[in-house]
């Protein structure tokens, strides 16, 4: 059974500064991963989509990492803002059964707070 | 072009009552799925629609079930109800159910249970 977990479970920063947020799943055998942002009482706005067969997906300062076989992504923020501050989730699709091609499996957020 | 939208914003039942939960997907999508996602949570994967058929579902009993129309939209039905379905519901959609296809969600549901 997939799992993720994701550390550290909230977080707190001056702006201006640069942070990474980490996940971590238990089967490698995984399609893609995807890092996505949840305002308070809003839904999911996906950020990036990383696939098995690459390292990292890049978008403005944002930048992901993926380490299929250590079962490990990063989330790179640089020169963070007030506006950043939301709930950073990661969500990986697949596992070694085969079977869930269609299913997200989610960890359970990174609470970020930016201070101006 | 239309993001994905669902129906109503907020719901509040009873316990052994029942619900439907609405959700149209973004312009172009014919794949729906739906997740729970409980206060402080991660969203869990309910089921997910292609086709007008059921194609993949997660660990939730049978009180969860749901139905895709012609036109693509999705209804969410809850029979019942228990304090724990308290939760915000989450709908998703994609073009097709290719793995590396991503997943546009919409604000939610917020369920509350008395």
């Known amino acids: 059974k997939q799992e993720v977990t994701q550390i550290p479970a909230a977080l707190s920063v001056p702006e201006g500064e640069n942070l990474v947020l980490n996940c971590s799943f238990t089967?490698?055998?995984?399609?893609?991963l995807q890092w996505f942002r949840q305002d308070p009482g809003k839904g999911l706005t996906s950020l990036l989509l990383?696939?098995?067969?690459?390292r990292e997906q890049t978008s403005g300062r944002l930048n992901a990492s993926l380490d299929k076989s250590s079962g490990r992504s990063t989330l790179y923020i640089a020169a963070s803002q007030p506006g950043d501050s939301a709930t950073y989730l990661c969500?990986?699709?697949?596992?070694?059964?085969?079977?869930?091609?269609?299913?997200?499996?989610f960890g359970q957020g990174t609470i970020l707070t930016v201070h101006p | 072009d239309a993001g994905v939208t669902q129906s109503p914003t907020h719901l509040i039942k009873t316990r052994g009552q029942q619900v439907t939960l609405r959700c149209s997907p973004k312009?172009?999508?014919?794949?729906v799925s739906w997740y729970q996602q409980a206060l402080g949570q991660g969203p869990q994967f309910i089921f997910q629609?292609?086709?007008?058929?059921e194609r993949q579902r997660g660990n939730f009993p049978d009180r969860f079930s749901g139905h895709q129309f012609p036109n693509y939209s999705s209804e969410l039905n809850v029979n019942a109800l228990l304090l724990g379905d308290s939760a915000l519901y989450l709908c998703?959609?994609?073009w097709g159910t290719g793995i590396n296809q991503p997943q546009h969600f919409g604000d939610g549901t917020r369920l509350s249970i008395l």
């Open positions: 998703a959609s994609s």
């Open positions: 089967d490698s055998a995984i399609y893609n």
């Open positions: 990383i696939q098995s067969s690459q």
């Open positions: 969500a990986v699709k697949g596992d070694a059964g085969g079977t869930s091609y269609g299913k997200l499996t």
């Open positions: 312009s172009g999508h014919d794949t």
């Open positions: 629609y292609y086709e007008e058929e």
